[in-house]
Nanobody
Framework: QVQLVESGGGLVQPGGSLRLSCATSGQFNDYSIGWFRQAPGKEREFVGTISRSGGSTHYEDYVKGRCTISRDKAVNTVYLQMNDLKPEHTAVYYC?????????????????WGQGTRVTVSS
């Protein structure tokens, strides 16, 4: 059973940075891990994903150049580094395990989710 726990969210000023963590248990190395976000009143949307080897990443267009996903297998953790944050980036951020054969950029392609960590960008 793979468990995921996000952390690192909080209040940040516009232009600031945050690094979110997704700590996993279980067979971490066997899965690609994705990051999604859900703003109030909106649907959950794809941010990016990292392959099980860590050698490949994909990002949604709106985050390219501003976010970086990485993973540290020694501590079973995947990270989402976000820079130049803006108020419109306020959301709950989730990590999730990619379903084998599932879409990499759609929520229904994932079958294990963390509880989320809230990011608020405000002055």
């Amino acid at each position: 059973q793979v468990q995921l726990v996000e952390s690192g969210g909080g209040l940040v000023q516009p232009g600031g940075s945050l690094r979110l963590s997704c700590a996993t248990s279980g067979q971490f190395n066997d899965y690609s891990i994705g990051w999604f976000r859900q703003a109030p009143g909106k649907e959950r949307e794809f941010v990016g994903t990292i392959s099980r080897s860590g050698g490949s990443t994909h990002y949604e267009d709106y985050v390219k150049g501003r976010c970086t996903i990485s993973r540290d297998k020694a501590v079973n953790t995947v990270y989402l580094q976000m820079n130049d944050l803006k108020p419109e980036h306020t959301a709950v951020y989730y990590c999730a395990v990619n379903r084998p054969g599932g879409s990499f950029n759609k929520p229904d392609g994932y079958h294990k989710w963390g509880q989320g960590t809230r990011v608020t960008v405000s002055s």
